[in-house]
T-cell receptor, first 112, second 113 residues
Framework: NAGVTQTPKFQVLKTGQSMTLQCAQD?????MSWYRQDPGMGLRLIHY???????DQGEVPNGYNVSRSTTEDFPLRLLSAAPSQTSVYFC???????????FGPGTRLTVT | DAKTTQPTSMDCAEGRAANLPCNHS???????VYWYRQIHSQGPQYIIH???NNETNEMASLIITEDRKSSTLILPHATLRDTAVYYC??????????????FGQGTILTVHP
């Protein structure tokens, strides 16, 4: 199993540009989520999904959209990038409510 | 979810056991104790979890006190690659809620040669 994969590993955007961060898992997990981590801080939940077609907001959802059309994929869209969205983004998946989460390697995003 | 308290940092000599404490005095009866770690620049990694019995896997052991108000993660033979931030998290397992992970500041474990 590849586990949780994320692309790209690094990205630089200009303010106002849009882009999609990709996340895929091959463990047939129902639950997937997106976190961001700013320097010296813990992870904060952006959006999550408890199954295909079902998504919900986390702590810091503003400026981001998600969709879940398949069990495997959970892309994160930045609608109009801002410097405040410079961060490391982690995708995670887990098999059920409260079960252990498995994280991807992260995408390092810089918005100038 | 119950709050946890961990020391900010700890040191350990390579080859020795690393014992990382966590206080969770407000833990509820249906909340589990989870441990994750994050090695620099990588995604967090699940280590172990438990409810009230001690648990052991290939990575670590988890000792939970009888009153469940505190726990200790034990890395039996620490290596340099175990240098990381270790997070103790308590949360409900199962049910219908999402079960959000709340990462605090964690403990920075530094393993020395």
């Amino acid at each position: 199993n590849a586990g949780v994969t994320q692309t790209p590993k690094f990205q630089v955007l200009k303010t106002g540009q849009s882009m999609t961060l990709q996340c895929a898992q091959d463990m047939n997990h129902e639950y997937m989520s997106w976190y961001r981590q700013d320097p010296g801080m813990g992870l904060r939940l952006i959006h999550y999904s408890v199954g295909a077609g079902i998504t919900d907001q986390g702590e810091v959802p503003n400026g981001y959209n998600v969709s879940r059309s398949t069990t495997e994929d959970f892309p994160l869209r930045l609608l109009s990038a801002a410097p405040s969205q410079t961060s490391v983004y982690f995708c995670a998946s887990n098999s059920g409510a409260g079960s252990e989460q498995y994280f991807g390697p992260g995408t390092r995003l810089t918005v100038t | 979810d119950a709050k946890t308290t961990q020391p900010t940092s700890m040191d350990c000599a390579e080859g020795r056991a690393a014992n990382l404490p966590c206080n969770h005095s407000t833990i509820s009866g249906n909340e589990y104790v989870y441990w994750y770690r994050q090695i620099h620049s990588q995604g967090p990694q699940y280590i172990i979890h438990g409810l009230k019995n001690n648990e052991t896997n290939e990575m670590a052991s988890l000792i939970i006190t009888e009153d469940r108000k505190s726990s200790t993660l034990i890395l039996p033979h620490a290596t340099l690659r175990d240098t990381a931030v270790y997070y103790c998290i308590v949360r409900v397992r199962g049910g219908t809620s999402y079960g959000k992970l709340t990462f605090g500041q964690g403990t920075i474990l530094t393993v020395h040669p």
